[in-house]
């Protein structure tokens, strides 16, 4: 409402964040309102009022008096009146580079930190910082509305907010820092949510029900994926039984619907498939690894990146053995030497081929640069059991 209202992201993050500061200090002692979300954007709007008079220093009362009262007409809400996803197709918009967008949107309202996203992205904190404030200083410039685009404008920004909803599911569902919940069911549960509201806007994109099936599989586990000890539980390891059968099922259905399309499937169609195949073994030992394998030389050419092939060398240790998977990790190290899953990878395959001393270095450093504290436990055990 913020944003929408004054045309400028900082001033209402700003204003929201002192709003939130005030209600700390003074709920407390005055007790809670009986309308907490009217006080507090009441609040907000009077501290971002506060802001312009002080940095501008306005004498013009009839423009602090159209602050006050708000009384312009809103813009048009768009085909779904939602508040979240009319800011996500803001931060979306094409005249941002499409890392700045996934950026900014996950600060905005993914509810992460600065340092979680440069680890996300794989960047110092101060770059990414920088980048996040030129994305707002443009979206001010540039006048980009707050709203659903309309139909014909769809098609544009679809691409930077699935990767922006995916990557606020990936922070939920393996939080990247210490200092938060390692499981954070609250973003995950809000990345299910908007992405069925995109769906619902866009039916026939493969993509969009691809990545809603995706969400859906790895949410499906999410109970199993933590010991009760709070140490992370690998998928080899996890009670299946308590996988949450009825996303299963819902996930499949998607997955099925876009193979039943014949197109062309993009990246998140064939991640839900790798997962689809992963959600249908009734056991670890049952896994149709060639058909993962498969579907990663699909992945590749698609998305050539170094994790993609990370990911692609865990499916081949368990096909073709973790000698030939090792090949193709280490030479992966330049482009992964600051990824901690790329160690913890490298540490299991060393494992398996008797070669402790060096397992045991490549876990002390997944170890030193995992930030997940659940993750970190399995780690450590890990590597403890090497003797």
Request: with cysteine.
């Amino acid at each position: 409402m913020l944003a929408r209202r004054f045309g400028d992201l900082d001033i209402a993050e700003e204003a929201a964040a002192e709003a939130f500061a005030t209600a700390v200090e003074r709920w407390p002692a005055d007790g809670v309102p009986a309308n907490p979300g009217g006080w507090l954007t009441t609040t907000a709007n009077r501290k971002a009022i506060d802001r312009i008079r002080r940095e501008h220093k306005r004498d013009d009362k009839h423009e602090e008096a159209r602050m006050l009262h708000d009384d312009t007409p809103p813009e048009p809400l768009g085909a779904i009146d939602d508040d979240r996803l009319r800011l996500i197709f803001t931060c979306c918009h094409p005249a941002l580079a499409v890392e700045t967008r996934v950026a900014l949107t996950l600060r905005l309202l993914g509810g992460l930190t600065v340092p979680e996203i440069a680890r996300a992205f794989l960047v110092a904190e101060s770059a990414m910082g920088q980048r996040i404030t030129r994305a707002k200083a443009k979206i001010k410039a540039a006048r980009i509305p707050y709203r659903v685009p309309a139909a014909e404008d769809l098609a544009a920004r679809v691409s930077g907010v699935l990767a922006v909803l995916f990557l606020v599911f990936n922070e939920g569902y393996l939080a990247t820092g210490p200092d938060t919940d390692p499981v954070r069911h609250e973003l995950t549960a809000e990345a299910i949510r908007l992405t069925r509201l995109v769906r619902a806007l866009l039916p026939a994109d493969g993509e969009v029900a691809g990545l809603l099936a995706l969400m859906l599989l790895i949410e499906a586990r999410r109970t199993a994926r933590l010991s009760a000890d709070g140490e992370l539980v690998a998928l080899d390891e996890q009670d299946r039984g308590s996988w949450d059968q009825a996303l299963v099922a819902e996930g499949h259905r998607l997955v099925r619907e876009c193979l039943a399309a014949g197109v062309a499937p993009g990246r998140y169609q064939i991640l839900a498939a790798i997962n689809a195949v992963h959600t249908s073994a009734r056991d670890i030992r049952d896994t149709d690894w060639s058909q993962v394998v498969a579907l990663y030389n699909q992945l590749v050419r698609l998305d050539p990146s170094p994790i993609v092939a990370l990911n692609r060398a865990i499916a081949v240790a368990e096909l073709d053995g973790p000698e030939v998977a090792l090949a193709t990790v280490d030479r992966l190290e330049p482009d992964l030497a600051a990824y901690h899953a790329y160690h913890a990878t490298r540490a299991d395959l060393l494992r398996r081929l008797g070669r402790s001393q060096e397992s045991r270095a490549a876990y002390d450093k997944a170890i030193t640069l995992a930030g997940n504290t659940a993750e970190t436990a399995y780690l450590t055990r890990r590597r403890d059991q090497l003797g």
